[in-house]
């Protein structure tokens, strides 16, 4: 089982960038998915969850709604994290993770994790 996350850099307040993350090892179509991030000295924070089996429903944190956007392409066994209108606080190292029974933003309901990719926003 593995999920791999790319296309985190460094990238301009204001920029956009598009994270994405390759599963392999299990099947992917069954699982919700979700985006998790971690800023310097933080705690891990939920950032955007995707409820496949209930229609697709996603789910974002307050402050981030309007700006990000997650996606799925379960023919490509890949997921995806729009990112718009980035800000110095969007910095950190973001996560993708994959469950069969989740609640969206918790954390430990996910059973599997990828590496991260670091995201930095420059001023």
């Known amino acids: 089982v593995q999920l791999q996350a790319s296309g985190g850099g460094l990238v301009q307040a204001g920029g956009s960038l598009r994270l994405s993350c390759a599963a392999s090892?299990?099947?992917?179509?069954?699982?919700?998915i979700g985006w998790f991030r971690q800023a310097p000295g933080k705690e891990h924070e939920f950032v955007a969850a995707?409820?496949?089996?209930?229609?697709?429903?996603?789910f974002y944190a307050d402050s981030l709604k309007g700006r990000f956007a997650i996606s799925r392409d379960n023919a490509k066994n890949r997921m995806y994290l729009q990112m718009s209108s980035l800000r110095l606080e969007d910095t950190g190292v973001y996560y993708c993770?994959?469950?069969?029974?989740?609640?969206?933003?918790?954390?430990?309901?996910?059973?599997?994790w990828g590496q991260g990719t670091q995201v930095t926003v420059s001023s």
């Open positions: 993770a994959a469950g069969i029974r989740v609640a969206a933003a918790v954390r430990e309901s996910y059973d599997y």
């Open positions: 090892g299990f099947s992917f179509d069954d699982y919700a």
């Open positions: 995707l409820m496949w089996r209930s229609g697709g429903t996603t």
